[in-house]
């Protein structure tokens, strides 16, 4: 029923989970939404997000868009329906919106008082999505990032992220029937169950 999509930047893991939400939209109906964790805090990041909204179209013209960078859990419990298949795109820039917010002063990113509360914060909003996921009626496909194969920078909050990230990552395999890793465009299934996509 549900889906854990991760790999590295730029693995084809949001591609795979349009082409997963293009399938179940083909069914008649069925509906999809997307549910984009993103914020545009620079330049940068706007014309990534621009990117994304354009191919999502061609991939998948049917998959409506939610925007929402925290309240995750809350939006899966409004919008799963039996016909509705959800994709959450994605779970590393949500885990970035509680543990680095951008209102966030620079200088308090690696205080330990500071991102004690952030974990602490972070950590009930993670609860919360296992029991949204636990109650979602519909098909939820999760996107994520496996952050331990590349070079990590040094400090107390990215160590805390990639801390958070592969503990998060590991709950939701355990709580996904079916779990790909992506690799140069292609599915590597490491755990798998019939979808109905």
Do not use: Y
Request: hydrophobic share 50%; with cysteine.
């Amino acid at each position: 029923m549900h889906t854990l999509i991760i790999g590295g930047q730029k693995s084809g893991k949001s591609r795979h989970a349009e082409h997963l939400a293009a399938h179940w939209l083909a069914q008649p109906g069925h509906a999809a939404t997307l549910i984009a964790t993103a914020q545009a805090w620079d330049d940068e990041m706007r014309a990534r997000i621009a990117r994304h909204q354009q191919e999502r179209l061609q991939r998948a013209p049917g998959l409506h868009t939610v925007e929402e960078p925290l309240q995750l859990p809350a939006v899966i419990a409004e919008r799963s329906r039996a016909d509705t298949l959800l994709v959450v795109d994605c779970l590393t820039l949500w885990l970035t919106n509680w543990l680095m917010p951008i209102t966030l002063d620079p200088a308090a990113i690696d205080d330990a008082a500071h991102l004690r509360k952030r974990r602490q914060r972070w950590q009930q909003a993670r609860a919360d999505l296992l029991g949204a996921l636990a109650q979602a009626p519909g098909p939820v496909v999760f996107v994520s990032n496996e952050m331990g194969w590349g070079v990590m920078p040094l400090g107390r909050a990215v160590r805390a992220f990639a801390d958070e990230l592969g503990a998060l990552n590991q709950m939701l395999a355990t709580h996904c029937p079916q779990v790909l890793l992506m690799a140069a465009g292609l599915p590597m299934p490491l755990k798998s169950a019939p979808l109905g996509v």
